[in-house]
């Protein structure tokens, strides 16, 4: 299969790439690079949806910033079926879900590898299917794996959190094994969240939707229930030690923040340790927030976006006592799922910068943050018309970035 090579200098508002042609642009070389040089105009130009004001100064539709150094971006394969979650073995090959409930092993070159076997069936129908994935930190001598998927269960379907050790010749998943289950169990197919992490502690953060319909949407603000969270369990799927205390009654141990709507993409920042998520909204209103324990996120109580029908959500309101404001949110979607923060050193300029994939917004999100506040926006491979799902960074120190097409992308310094 012929690689599609993409090669990008970001010294004007345009990004040369290319999609399957073999042609190859030409590629623009920047002299005397100054890092993160800012347009002033917001990437985003097309008219929100709301009218709403934000809470604070650049919570949304921040100056736009670009790459100075040259970036090549090369689609390794496009062999894959709707890939959903990705994470770096140590050895560096990619280890990556697809929806349908299957796993595969994907080297640096390209090479795809059959399907592991042994995972539990997975819904797959809607928005659900076999989601994110991660390796025990002790991955290397146990070869164990976790992962969320969408599971049907008496009542409906839920988000679920399955384990199981990589077999020695890599063909199979052994003894899976589910751990949790976020119930109550609803009869949708919209989202599951599905993103899963190690904290420091060793523990599994994990994320719910609150599978998008009344009544359970409403749900998002109750704690005694693990709908519309962030949960933190231990590797057996209990709840973790040092959990925040939710005051009311029956409320879930294992709950870490409360108050989300789907959210597809956390990842902690190198540098503070912090937890950070991605959040859609309806129609507008997607977030970025910085999670913090015990808090309540809002939905959907509190929403910059509106129903899809065009109408309020609730009684249309943006801030609440109690809730915690994004850090940053769109107007129109963009969609945003899995995310990384960029901790390698061959591009200085993306030190500690988040990278989203946007499936609606069909481009790579790069947000600057300083402070905690978001500081600039840029939108990476936004002409190839793809639906980037989800992004990590290698052991080699590039970005892997696989759309919902079935392209694994290495993007990195030429």
Same mark, same amino acid.
């Given at each position: &299969?012929?690689?599609?090579?993409?090669?990008?200098?970001?010294?004007? &508002?345009?990004?040369?790439?290319?999609?399957?042609?073999?042609?190859? $642009?030409?590629?623009?070389?920047?002299?005397?690079?100054?890092?993160?040089?800012?347009?002033?105009?917001?990437?985003?130009?097309?008219?929100?949806?709301?009218?709403?004001?934000?809470?604070?100064?650049?919570?949304?539709?921040?100056?736009?910033?670009?790459?100075?150094?040259?970036?090549?971006?090369?689609?390794?394969?496009?062999?894959?079926?709707?890939?959903?979650?990705?994470?770096? /073995?140590?050895?560096?090959?990619?280890?990556?879900? +697809?929806?349908?409930?299957? &796993?595969?092993?994907?080297?640096?070159?390209?090479?795809?590898?059959?399907?592991?076997?042994?995972?539990?069936?997975?819904?797959?129908?809607?928005?659900?299917?076999? @989601?994110?994935?991660? /390796?025990?930190?002790?991955?290397?001598?146990?070869? &164990?794996?976790?992962?969320?998927?969408?599971?049907?269960?008496?009542?409906?379907?839920?988000?679920?959190?399955?384990?199981?050790?990589?077999?020695?010749?890599?063909?199979?998943? +052994?003894?899976?094994?589910?751990?949790?289950?976020?119930?109550?169990?609803?009869?949708?197919?919209?989202?599951?969240?599905?993103?899963? /992490?190690? !904290?420091?502690?060793?523990? /599994?953060?994990?994320?719910?939707?609150?599978?998008?319909?009344?009544?359970?949407?409403?749900?998002?603000?109750?704690?005694?229930?693990?709908?519309?969270?962030?949960?933190?369990?231990?590797?057996? #799927? @209990?709840?973790?030690?040092?959990?925040?205390?939710?005051?009311?009654?029956?409320?879930?141990?294992?709950?870490?923040?409360?108050?989300?709507?789907?959210?597809?993409?956390?990842?902690?920042?190198?540098?503070?340790?912090?937890?950070?998520?991605?959040?859609?909204? $309806?129609? #507008?209103?997607?977030?970025?927030?910085?999670?913090?324990? #015990?808090?309540?996120? #809002?939905?959907?109580?509190?929403?910059?976006?509106?129903? *899809?029908?065009?109408?309020?959500?609730?009684?249309?309101?943006?801030?609440?006592?109690?809730?915690?404001?994004?850090?940053?949110?769109?107007?129109?979607?963009?969609? $945003?799922?899995?995310?990384?923060?960029?901790?390698?050193?061959?591009?200085?300029?993306?030190?500690?910068?988040?990278?989203?994939?946007?499936?609606?917004?069909?481009?790579?999100?790069?947000?600057?943050?300083?402070?905690?506040?978001?500081?600039?926006? +840029?939108? @990476?491979?936004?002409? !190839?018309?793809?639906?980037?799902?989800?992004?990590?960074?290698?052991?080699?120190?590039?970005?892997?970035?696989?759309?919902?097409?079935?392209?694994? *992308?290495?993007?990195?310094?030429?």
């Amino acid at each position: &299969m012929n690689n599609i090579k993409v090669f990008i200098a970001l010294t004007s &508002m345009v990004l040369l790439t290319i999609g399957c042609s073999k042609k190859e $642009p030409d590629t623009v070389v920047v002299e005397d690079p100054k890092p993160n040089p800012t347009t002033e105009t917001p990437v985003e130009t097309n008219p929100p949806n709301a009218t709403y004001s934000s809470a604070f100064q650049g919570q949304t539709r921040i100056k736009g910033v670009k790459t100075t150094t040259v970036i090549q971006a090369t689609a390794i394969t496009t062999a894959l079926t709707a890939p959903w979650g990705i994470t770096a /073995l140590p050895d560096g090959r990619l280890l990556v879900t +697809e929806k349908a409930g299957r &796993m595969r092993i994907i080297t640096t070159t390209g090479t795809v590898s059959s399907a592991i076997t042994g995972i539990p069936a997975v819904n797959a129908s809607g928005q659900g299917g076999l @989601l994110g994935l991660c /390796l025990d930190p002790q991955f290397a001598t146990n070869k &164990m794996v976790y992962w969320v998927f969408s599971e049907n269960v008496t009542g409906g379907n839920l988000t679920a959190v399955a384990k199981g050790r990589l077999s020695g010749d890599e063909a199979s998943i +052994e003894n899976a094994t589910v751990i949790y289950r976020a119930g109550p169990a609803a009869n949708s197919n919209a989202h599951f969240g599905g993103r899963i /992490l190690f !904290d420091q502690t060793g523990n /599994l953060i994990v994320s719910t939707g609150e599978r998008a319909y009344s009544p359970s949407r409403e749900l998002a603000q109750s704690a005694t229930a693990a709908l519309g969270k962030i949960i933190r369990i231990t590797t057996n #799927g @209990l709840p973790a030690s040092g959990n925040p205390t939710f005051t009311q009654i029956g409320a879930l141990p294992e709950l870490f923040s409360i108050g989300h709507r789907n959210p597809q993409g956390i990842a902690f920042h190198p540098m503070t340790k912090e937890l950070w998520q991605s959040e859609h909204g $309806p129609r #507008g209103g997607d977030e970025i927030n910085r999670v913090q324990p #015990g808090a309540n996120y #809002g939905w959907p109580t509190i929403t910059y976006g509106l129903e *899809y029908n065009g109408q309020r959500v609730l009684t249309g309101t943006q801030q609440q006592t109690g809730m915690e404001q994004p850090v940053y949110y769109w107007d129109p979607v963009v969609s $945003p799922s899995g995310m990384t923060f960029y901790s390698g050193n061959r591009v200085p300029e993306w030190q500690n910068n988040l990278f989203v994939g946007s499936l609606s917004g069909m481009h790579i999100v790069r947000l600057v943050i300083e402070n905690n506040k978001v500081t600039g926006e +840029e939108r @990476l491979l936004s002409t !190839d018309g793809q639906r980037f799902r989800d992004i990590t960074q290698g052991i080699d120190g590039a970005l892997y970035a696989i759309t919902d097409g079935g392209r694994l *992308y290495r993007i990195d310094k030429q």
